[in-house]
């Protein structure tokens, strides 16, 4: 049996501490057959210099290849330029703050090897700085592997047992052949990894996760995932409200579960928009949750009922005591 060719994807944007360990953790794999498509998104930094002196150096059996953007487009895009230009039977994505663990492709190519032909992706756990948090499957975690049927992703990706982050995973190559990141957007992983879910129940492909810990992911306080800023909450919003809408169109079973944490999350964003101090924005807002029926809001808002009191029957006077 002919080993599979994995594409590993890897935008790189001002990360110059952090770049040659992401690189070099790749270059040690151990599984060879890796097609590496390094995306230059037009940072500021010696974040690329460093790469290509490494690139120049190496003498390995994986293959590396740089494309270069003209202008900083993004991390979005430049996921994308890399989907664009890859060959492999697999595509892999690594942030390049972030490092893998020696074995991670040839764990994950193994396990894949181990199933049938039907296995859309697979993923494995992650490290932070910290702790081993729970990406991935929440039943996987010292339990050996979890298989998750096509009819249970949405699900399962909506009940937080499968990550919505796209690295530490393993995705069959023709999940996108029409589908690409959102652009100009945060929370695109979230939306890609929604945007799945159709394919997946369609074809009828598993979901697999192991617990084995290969991937090292690096928070930092200026990375995308970690801003907390009033625009990250507002576009947070706007792609659980599209899911949201998508999932009432063709009437799925998880209406329910994700209308809960959308009207949680929208609780959120009426705080934020109130402490920032934009009046219109604040009862554009409101708006959306005063549809909200009451009764209906007593189990979708459970956890924060009186929080949907408060905004649904007297949110001109939460508003003038934030600005004071």
Known sequence: MIDPLVSVIIPVYNVSPYVEECLKSVMDQTYKRLEVIIVDDCGTDDSMEKVERMLQDYAGEISFSILHHDRNRGLSAARNTGIDACHGDFISFIDSDDYVMPTLYETLVRAIQDEDDNVAILGCCCKTEATWPRFGSTATLGKGKTVIPPEDFAGAFLADRISNVVWAKLFRSSLFQDIRFVEG?????TLLMFSLYPVIESKQYKTIFIPDRLYYYRARENSITTNK?????????????????????????CVKEVESKYYQLLLKCIIAIAQNGDKKAF??????????????????????????????????????????
């Open 229 to 253: 800023d009033r625009l990250f909450v507002l576009e947070a919003e706007a792609n659980l409200r599209g899911i949201l809408s998508s999932l009432k169109e063709v009437s799925h079973p």
């Open 283 to 324: 009862y554009t807002y409101c708006a959306r949750l005063w549809r909200l029926p009451y009764r209906k809001a007593r189990h979708i808002c459970a956890d924060n009922f009186k929080a949907y009191l408060l905004m649904k029957y007297i949110s001109p006077v939460y508003y003038r005591i934030c600005r004071r």
């Open 185 to 189: 957007r945060n929370g695109e992983d």
